[in-house]
């Protein structure tokens, strides 16, 4: 038996297929709803085997993009369900990206056969600053950063307040270097160093777990409304906007209570325009309910904003009405007020493609192309915090809180508690709108701060700042509930310093691949 073993550990361990294949499944089922994080240990394991057995980067090309294809399909195929042709050009073109990282990785790699902290540090640096650049271009895409993995075993990465969710990215790679360095090198005291790396964080990370101290004295109470529209139908099939807009006002006026602070309604749940110029017949519906209520609201609406001919903030790309005034829309959250003040957030990380043309401010020069109209969405560049009572808090649209950065910095402009607005309906009943909850749990836990959410269809509820589930909604339920949110005031190392693991990881990462890469093999 143990050498049957053997011989089919020894025929999968040179096997490229194998490898890569396997890789390619381990790592797609590694992202919730699937619970197993871990394997995204032997995953990039079979990939550190792949790159060495391969003897090109055009034969390394061959067998390992297959691989980051199935990662990118298990994980998010529900990408189709917004866009066919989207969904596969993303999942195609995000893989491609991938190859990048990888193939310095493999260069790495060869040119130091032996192993040690300086190629294991160089290659958990090249892919930490692989995601960390992956998070600030016009086509961003940080939904499969290695640490959402974690994202629902909070017990696990509780360190990320110190290096927020980037150093659990470092951390696996880091590990999965070791662990091949066990089982192909046998280094000197491999076993050791190998469990070293890998455990350490996961113990100090369950100690911070079980000594967090969640006592607050402060307190908002927020209703969170999961109105449960049909995205898929035009005005969810409602004759008009206004209808929608009462049920949705009646919904949310069934849960307030004597002790509600703010009501938070989901993204695209006003249907009808919201004007900067003018009042109109939509929000004089919210107005009037916020008046009666004598709390605000917040919610997700479509934001009409124009810009002044001497405006200095006039945007590269801007649209014109019939009467020569620019302007642009904008997906955003909208503040209204009792005393009748309004405010709102224009949503800075914008879906590439499906809500803003990538580059379009660096193409625009191109002629013979309706800039404006191909543009999408106006971007947002400023984070706006709105208020219950005296505490403030960020709104950000869906995709913004998959950005640890932007959550950070509504700490630092004093945000008691974190607020998303969201619409997963486009996914459908799929794994992305469990992916967007569960990651969340990573912000409340870099920043120690609750999160709330508002979503169409669900899942809607709170995080609390240790990354546990307060209260989750079924999907496709339609709802509205108050909950108590713990404000906190503590400003942690990431808040402060931002990602600086990532800094620190593009500048190991280029010195270490430089100095590798024209090393004499």
């Keep these: ?65 297959p691989s980051l294809v199935i990662w990118n399909i298990i994980s998010t195929y529900w990408l189709i369900f917004a866009t066919v042709a989207g969904g596969i ?40 600053a692989y995601e960390f650049l992956h998070h600030r271009w016009d086509l961003s895409w940080p939904w499969l950063t290695l640490g959402n993995a974690w994202s629902n075993v909070p017990w696990a990465v509780q360190y990320i307040e110190f290096t927020g969710s980037l150093g659990i990215s470092f951390w696996i790679v880091a590990g999965s270097f070791w662990l091949w360095k066990m089982t192909d090198l046998k280094g000197k005291n491999p076993v050791i160093s190998t469990a070293s790396v890998i455990f350490i964080p996961v113990l100090i990370s369950l100690i911070m777990f079980f000594r967090f101290d969640d006592h607050t004295d402060e307190h908002v109470h927020a209703v969170i409304a999961q109105p449960n529209y049909d995205s898929y139908l035009h005005l969810a099939g409602y004759p008009n906007a206004t209808i929608p807009l009462l049920e949705l006002i009646e919904l949310s006026g069934s849960a307030i209570t004597e002790n509600t602070q703010v009501v938070l309604w989901p993204e695209n749940a006003v249907m009808g325009r919201i004007d900067e110029r003018m009042v109109t017949s939509i929000e004089q519906q919210i107005r009037e309910a916020t008046r009666y209520w004598g709390i605000p609201v917040v919610t997700g609406a479509t934001f009409f904003k124009y810009y002044l001919d001497e405006d200095t903030s006039l945007p590269p790309v801007y649209r014109l009405d019939g009467s020569g005034t620019p302007f642009n829309y904008y997906n955003s959250a909208i503040g209204i007020y009792p005393d009748g003040t309004r405010e709102w957030y224009l949503k800075n990380k914008l879906v590439p493609i499906v809500e803003r043309f990538p580059f379009v401010n660096q193409l625009r020069f191109i002629p013979g192309i309706d800039w404006p109209g191909l543009s999408g969405y106006g971007r947002g560049r400023e984070l706006h915090l709105f208020s219950a009572d005296d505490v403030s ?21 004093n945000a008691g508690f974190h607020a998303v607005v969201t619409n ?87 010195v270490g691949w430089g100095f590798f890469r024209f090393r004499k093999l």
């Design 1 to 65: 038996m143990t050498d049957q073993v053997n011989r089919y550990f020894s025929n999968f361990w040179n096997s490229k297929w194998a490898l890569s294949l396997t890789a390619g499944v381990f790592l797609g089922i590694s992202y919730p709803p699937f619970p197993f994080p871990f394997l995204v240990f032997p995953a990039f394991v079979f990939l550190i085997r792949l790159a060495v057995l391969t003897d090109s980067a055009r034969e390394a090309t061959y067998y390992v993009y």
């Design 89 to 128: 050009a993303a999942i195609l073109a995000n893989s491609a990206v991938m190859l990048i990282p990888y193939l310095m990785i493999r260069r790495i790699l060869h040119a130091n056969k032996s192993g040690g902290w300086i190629p294991a540090l160089s290659i958990a640096s090249v892919w930490t």
């Design 393 to 413: 808090f960020p709104a950000v649209v869906c995709y913004d809180s998959v950005f640890p950065d932007l959550m950070r910095r509504a700490v630092l402009q």
């Design 424 to 510: 997963d309906g486009w996914w459908g009943d799929t794994s992305g709108h469990i992916q967007h909850y569960d990651f969340a749990r990573l912000r409340a836990i870099e920043t120690r701060r609750a999160v709330v959410r508002s979503a169409n269809n669900g899942i809607s509820g709170m995080i609390l700042a240790d990354g546990s589930v307060h209260s989750r909604t079924e999907y496709w339920t339609r709802t509205a509930f108050e909950v108590e949110i713990p404000i906190y005031t503590r400003i942690t190392f990431y808040t402060r310093f931002g990602d600086w693991i990532g800094y620190f990881s593009l500048v190991i990462g280029l």
